[in-house]
């Protein structure tokens, strides 16, 4: 199969365009996209997604979370998955998720049209819980395929008081079929995702698409500082144990921390709560949790030890009372090198620079890779604006994104892996 012309790319990316729009009109509210996961507005999604997957020439299938399958069955041998999301998060774009199995489908398309059989199997997946919009947990139709779905996710209830396992059997399916919807590491390749960026990096770099590195891992460090509460008028300032002035020291230095790093780490405080909160009170109690990630794990590691030093000596220097606790451990999931090398291949190909990126965004990919080896393809999107209705790819990149793909396909080969 030769390379796709120009007007074979932008007719792929108009029919994208169209099928994310399609998607896009699929809400459970008129002004806005929310399409939570086991509700009537993803039956009607996976109804369109799987009709979508018949006329491409795909046999499908779904399983007890609701997972669609569409498979294009090869010389045997290995499959090789494809998948994203169809669940979105509350007032979404309409790019996030489902252009990944928009993707897939119209890759595999251009091999069932040509009638040509590969040498492997291809699954395109459209997972319904990876933005863990509506209950209190995340990845549990990817975790359920990679076979880690874990039986106390059913007990969880959303807002409504819906536990998982009520949810499952009102989409008509039943929960003691989980174990059913594993997928087998002896007949798994790898697994792969296209997906916007959903930050800026490569607009920023000119470039459509880009080949990521890691989906990047995270820790969350709360820090709390006590002190002394007091006059805001009596109290010397050299008499003050000021835990507000102590948290904002601590927040500078995770920032110059983090800025050293050149990139490699990021830090953020988005959340602070300041005891007694009051305008005319030295504040007594301040809370914060630090966000840090970062695509090496020694990195992060490092930062963290490092900040939770400076920490302790300022608590030190200011007399403060100090807890620090780590309430959230992911590890970052590295992207294989030989996906990354063919993705950047076929990237190449197109005429453009295959830049390389971490994905700052958890992914499906994080419980799939306790299935195989996994790899993600980037596509620019406007401001790097995502879980936005402002989120935009355009049609060219949405093209050059499924020509991408498809030379990923046809550059693959399981036993390289
Ligand atoms: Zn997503």
Request: glycine residues 12%; proline residues 5%; negative net charge.
């Amino acid at each position: 199969m030769g390379a796709l012309s120009t007007s074979e790319i932008d007719a792929l990316g108009a029919r994208a365009e169209a099928m994310v729009n399609a998607l896009g009109a699929i809400s459970a509210e008129p002004d806005r996209l929310v399409r939570l996961f086991l509700t009537p507005e993803h039956r009607r999604a996976a109804d369109r997604v799987a009709e979508w997957m018949r006329k491409a020439g795909l046999e499908v299938a779904e399983d007890a979370l609701g997972t669609l399958r569409g498979r294009l069955e090869g010389q045997g041998g290995k499959r090789l998955l494809i998948g994203s999301h169809i669940d979105t998060v509350i007032d979404a774009g309409k790019y996030d998720g489902p252009f990944g199995v928009i993707a897939g489908i119209l890759a595999i398309e251009h091999f069932a049209r040509a009638g040509k059989r590969l040498p492997f199997g291809i699954d395109v997946l459209a997972f319904g819980d990876e933005e863990g919009s509506r209950f209190p947990v995340t990845l549990t139709s990817s975790s359920a395929c990679a076979g880690i779905f874990t039986p106390e996710m059913l007990a969880l209830a959303d807002r409504n008081g819906v536990t998982l396992a009520d949810a499952i059997k009102a989409y008509g399916k039943s929960p003691a079929e989980i174990p059913g919807a594993a997928h087998s590491p002896d007949e798994t390749a790898a697994y792969v995702e296209v997906h916007i960026e959903q930050g800026p990096v490569l607009e920023a770099r000119n470039q459509p698409l880009g080949v990521v590195t890691a989906i990047i891992g995270q820790t969350y460090l709360n820090v709390e500082f006590s002190g002394q509460a007091g006059h805001a008028g009596t109290v010397p300032m050299l008499l003050r144990r000021d835990a507000l002035a102590g948290a904002a020291e601590a927040i500078l230095v995770g920032e110059t921390l983090a800025r050293e790093t050149k990139g490699e780490v990021v830090a953020t405080v988005g959340r602070m709560s300041v005891s007694p909160g009051a305008s005319n009170v030295i504040p007594g109690n301040v809370a914060v949790v630090f966000d840090i990630r970062s695509g090496s794990e020694a990195a992060r590691a490092k930062l963290v030890e490092a900040l939770t030093w400076g920490i302790r000596e300022i608590a030190d220097r200011r007399h403060l009372g100090l807890t620090i606790a780590s309430t959230r451990e992911v590890a970052t999931t590295p992207c294989h090198p030989y996906i990354q090398d063919q993705f950047a291949e076929a990237i190449r190909a197109l005429g453009a620079d295959p830049l390389r990126l971490g994905s700052g965004a958890g992914h499906d990919g994080q419980a799939m890779a306790r299935l195989c080896p996994i790899g993600m393809l980037f596509l620019r999107c406007r401001g790097g604006i995502s879980h936005n209705p402002m989120e935009y790819a355009s049609p060219r990149d949405l093209g050059l994104a499924v020509a991408a793909l498809i030379g990923f396909i046809e550059r693959f080969d399981p036993g390289k892996l």
